[in-house]
């Protein structure tokens, strides 16, 4: 994407100016609250079809993330295809399931105990698209010659909270799903090794019997998550 000769410090007028006023700013912050509050993390899909078009517009919101220098260290791979779909849920089902069976240790299965996961992940065939974020250790110029990457991890799950909240707004529902280890999907979507998977997100509509766990919705209050001084 970047050739080295065009990167250079040229500073324009600040585009995009908003001009609320204190009353505006209370209630668009107030009426984004009200929508994140809507967010639920959702396992159960149903089979509705979602226009590739709202996947790309959502990737492109994604894309508006700040990063590292502005190098955008991030790949989204959208998956409809039935069998690559197939494919990666039996490849995740495997890993999950020694994380099940005792890789994960005592602890963490506890901890999980009240989300009532397990080793099965349907959603990763019925949610009609999946999204495999990559994180990308290094870049390329043009010429071929590798840059280095800065604050890779904060720069891509930025854009991935921007990604969930965008699928969000459009009215769908995700799943954040991180099987581990996730190398195989390098494999499955030919990505380069310079490439980390971090996550696999489900996307879609959601089944008639969804259910989510009632401790998703205990979320912790301000005076706990925050302090002003
Ligand atoms: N990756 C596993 C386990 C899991 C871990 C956490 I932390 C969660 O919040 C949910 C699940 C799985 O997807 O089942």
Redesign the pocket.
Known sequence: MFSRETLNYDPIPLPDRSDLTDAQMVKAASGFLDLMRRRHSVRDYCDRPVPREVIETCIRTAGTAPSGANHQPWHFAAISNPELKQRIRAEAEEE?KK??EGG?GDE?IK??EP?G???V?EHLTIAPWLIVVFAQRWGQFEDGTRYKNYYVPESVNIATGFLLAALHNAGLCTLT????PMRFLNTALDRPASEKPTMIIAVGHPSEAATVPSVAKQKKPLDEISSFF
Request: glycine share 0%.
């Open positions: 999950e994380f099940y994960a963490w901890a999980l989300i996961t397990n080793a992940k799903h991180t099987p581990n």
